[in-house]
């Protein structure tokens, strides 16, 4: 991939993008608004816990990237943005919620202190396939429907492609961004001016041009080896160039499982 082509591609980026949804969310204003339109809450203040935020709980155990991860007083947020359907989000979720409880409290406190958490997927698809533009989840009794758990966790998925069911104007409207659309919306027009402004910094568009320019360069030399030893090769190389970079396992996993329609156990085997 040559320069100027990699320099359109970054270009063309658009919000559902995770690296540049990433970038856009460090906005603190931008992030901590768009927290409470989606899920109708009122939030003073967020503190980020990091910007793609890897959690791991012993040496051998799975690890987990989160695209945005924050928190506010006794709450704690994770955001991230799907594109790909893989069909697993519900168990995902649990385990992404679970991997953040053991991140918030230390061996031997008190589960008093486990703070109040939502895992948020922002889809370009219908993970539920019922037409509607937002799912939530708690968990509550099933004898009696009206008694909630009280365990203070939600998890709540967004249908971008179904932004015209939203029945709040502000989501729906973002929504239709997310899925490729326009709005007039004051919001939707702070968050494109901080695309255009992400755009421009040089840094990351140099990691990410980087990145893309350096993936394609072992693609090719795959392809030129032969389709078999070069997909072998190519894997390889495509982890030993991440890892380079410093890029977090669970992306590695998760970007080569994509790139190469790996299963997760064929995945792993490369890291």
């Given at each position: ?22 970038k ?11 927290l409470e ?6 939030i003073?203040?967020i ?20 695209d ?13 943005m ?7 989000l ?11 409880d053991?991140n ?11 703070k ?9 698809f ?8 937002q799912y ?13 758990l ?7 998925f967004f249908?971008?492609n ?21 709005s007039k ?11 255009v ?21 072992i693609?090719?030399?795959g392809?030129?080896?032969g389709?078999?030893e070069?997909?072998?090769?190519g894997i390889k190389?495509?982890?030993?160039v ?30």
């Amino acid at each position: 991939m040559e320069t100027a082509e990699a320099m359109e591609t970054w270009e063309k980026l658009e919000i559902k993008d995770d690296f540049l949804f990433a970038k856009v969310m460090r906005d603190k204003k931008i992030c901590r608004m768009l927290l409470e339109k989606l899920l109708q809450i009122e939030i003073k203040d967020i503190v980020y816990l990091e910007e793609q935020k890897t959690l791991a709980i012993g040496k051998d155990a799975k690890s987990v990237r989160l695209d945005v991860y924050l928190e506010e007083g006794d709450r704690v947020f994770d955001l991230e943005m799907q594109t790909t359907n893989k069909r697993n989000l519900p168990k995902r979720s649990r385990y992404y919620q679970g991997m953040i409880d053991l991140n918030t409290i230390e061996k031997g406190e008190s589960y008093k202190k486990l703070k109040e958490s939502y895992v948020v997927f922002i889809c370009t698809f219908d993970p539920f396939y019922q037409g509607k533009a937002q799912y939530t989840f708690e968990n509550l009794c099933l004898e009696n429907k009206g008694l909630r758990l009280g365990d203070g966790t939600r998890k709540v998925f967004f249908n971008a492609n179904g932004y015209i069911h939203a029945e709040n104007e502000e989501v729906r409207e973002f929504l239709k961004y997310v899925n490729g659309g326009t709005s007039k919306h004051p919001f939707i027009k702070a968050i494109e001016d901080k695309v255009v402004q992400v755009k421009t910094n040089k840094e990351w568009r140099l990691e990410y041009m980087t990145l893309l320019m350096r993936e394609e360069e072992i693609r090719e030399e795959g392809r030129e080896e032969g389709r078999e030893e070069g997909r072998e090769e190519g894997i390889k190389g495509t982890v030993s160039v991440l890892k380079e970079l410093n890029i977090p396992l669970q992306t590695i996993l998760v970007k080569i499982q994509e790139q190469y329609n790996l299963s997760s156990e064929a995945a792993e085997k490369y890291l």
